[in-house]
């Protein structure tokens, strides 16, 4: 592979080799791929939003085993458990903590203050502010296309990263329908410094994803997700019979409470982790319909970077 | 401005200098508007969907008075009056249409016949292939982020450019979301090889809207306008009193005759060229919140040409 240099404010940031990194997701994103992926010279990201702090501190533990790369841990905000968790990541010595949804306030100025690198992730230029004010080192600013849950306003990524360069100082990660190195220059032609990409790495070999899951993305066609349960928090899943469930309700106007009935707890869980793919809420984004195959994280990681240098030699 | 060319298959196929394209929008453009653009070097369109046959043959007499450059006519499909509406393009001698809203297998042959260029517009890849497969020249790919009516896939621009790049022999056009020399650097790298830009030239000096929509357009902040009428066909309007009715309608599961009725008829007209922004459909897309001035189609077309030479060089 020819050689490039990628240094801009994402790789000092983050201590990699290449700006890409793998998003946190739940159910998927253990210290297995975390760890490949960082071996990879990307920043490979655990996801917390699906693991008690006990189970953290072992994915953390394993994770420093498995890579001598800069790892992070992603935290949503509106986690529970959250102090806890944030306390594992500090004993841990996790050096970048990913934050999302929530108020990026109280655990910006906490987490700083011991040293750790701070990246919100926003779905809106409003939000976006607040975690530059707030303190927060750079944001993720992810697109209606994304994965799982996301914002109210349904910006896409080519609406939002733009709008976000042009207001923000501190450097921008693109989300949300990035998959290839193709898309990684779109991204920094919008004035992205870096992207972060969920939904290839969901299906990747080292994703703690059911293999059910990971085959059915294979198999994802063009308008197969669709964000729903806006009544509650909106989140892009596939369609599937759960989807058509929440979709006969929402068609007929029903309420919050029905809703929440019909989601009941553990659904992700069901269906990313378990398989289920007819009752389970199977978050993934609209760029599934591109991932076809099997791939490893370092795959992946060198095929986008390649493709990135190809492409940007050919516009 | 440094001399760059743009030959690609869009530029030869629409004979412009620039591989940019004015969306054919109703009651915004007609023959100042269309003309102004092709005078800029970039494809003016005549939006003949909000058009009598009458008028748009005034319009094209006019338009053809007020450039050499070529312009083309935007038909949508199911307009009721189509045949009159294609007969007076091709007794004109208009060189180039842009087909939209409908199944392109009639009226693609029998333009080419008569030694038209086609170009489809689509909101999915199913789509584009049935465009190609029909003769067409080239399409558009328009993602969910664009301004009017759009589709139920809900693609964005992001997403649906690499996948039809994918699977397409004939050239791309990127729409839905294109508004700067950013964003067209971005749509190229995606794989198309031109863009269509609606709500900045919306807003233009030349544009027929009435001035309360261009005002209007210049203080959209992001997530003031949202796809809508889903049961009936897809449209992105601006939030106003009118979008409240539609979307409370909506919320406790109206049935399509409801919706039906609210619409009524000249909605669009009524708020986009009569100016009433409270009861009328204002269409427009989410890159509004980036529209801040009052500029003239050359000045858009110029200030986006040399922005696109002034990022694909800082990349």
């Known amino acids: 592979m020819e050689q490039v240099q990628f240094n801009n404010r994402i790789t000092a940031l983050l201590g990699v080799k290449y700006p890409i990194v793998q998003a946190g997701m739940v159910w998927c994103s253990g210290w297995r791929l975390a760890s490949a992926v960082s071996n990879a010279g990307a920043l490979g990201i655990i996801g917390a939003g699906s693991m008690r702090p006990a189970v953290l501190l072992e994915h953390i533990e394993k994770c420093k085993k498995a890579t001598q790369n800069p790892f992070a841990v992603n935290v949503p905000l ?126 990747s070999v080292e994703s703690s994803a059911h293999d059910h899951f990971k085959q059915k993305i294979w198999e994802v066609e063009e308008g197969q997700t669709e964000l729903v349960l806006k009544k509650l928090n909106p989140v892009r899943m596939l369609k599937n019979p759960f989807y058509e469930k929440v979709k006969e309700l929402e068609t007929i106007g029903a309420s919050v409470e029905t809703l929440k009935n019909l989601l009941g707890k553990g659904r992700s869980k069901r269906g990313i982790f378990q398989g289920d793919l007819q009752e389970g809420e199977l978050e993934i984004g609209q760029i599934a319909a591109m991932v076809r195959k099997s791939e490893t994280a370092a795959e992946i990681v060198n095929q986008i970077v390649e493709e990135y240098i190809r492409m940007k030699n050919s516009l």
């Not at 990246?119 to 799982?148: I, N, P, R, W, Y």
């Not at 921008?172 to 920094?188: H, K, Q, T």
Request: proline share 3%.
């Open 78 to 203: 509106l986690y529970p458990d959250i102090e806890k968790l944030m306390q594992v990541v500090v004993q841990q010595g996790v050096q970048i903590v990913f934050t999302s949804a929530g108020n990026p306030d109280t655990w910006t100025t906490w987490l700083k203050e011991r040293g750790v690198k701070v990246v919100h992730v926003v779905s809106s230029l409003k939000f976006a502010l607040k975690a530059q004010q707030a303190g927060a080192d750079a944001v993720v600013g992810e697109g209606f296309e994304a994965g799982g849950h996301n914002g109210r306003e349904e910006t896409t990524t080519f609406c939002l990263i733009p709008m976000l360069k042009e207001k923000l100082d501190i450097p921008i990660i693109a989300a949300g329908g990035v998959y290839s190195g193709r898309s990684m220059l779109a991204a920094f032609a919008l004035g992205a410094e870096g992207v972060q990409i969920g939904t290839r790495f969901a299906a």
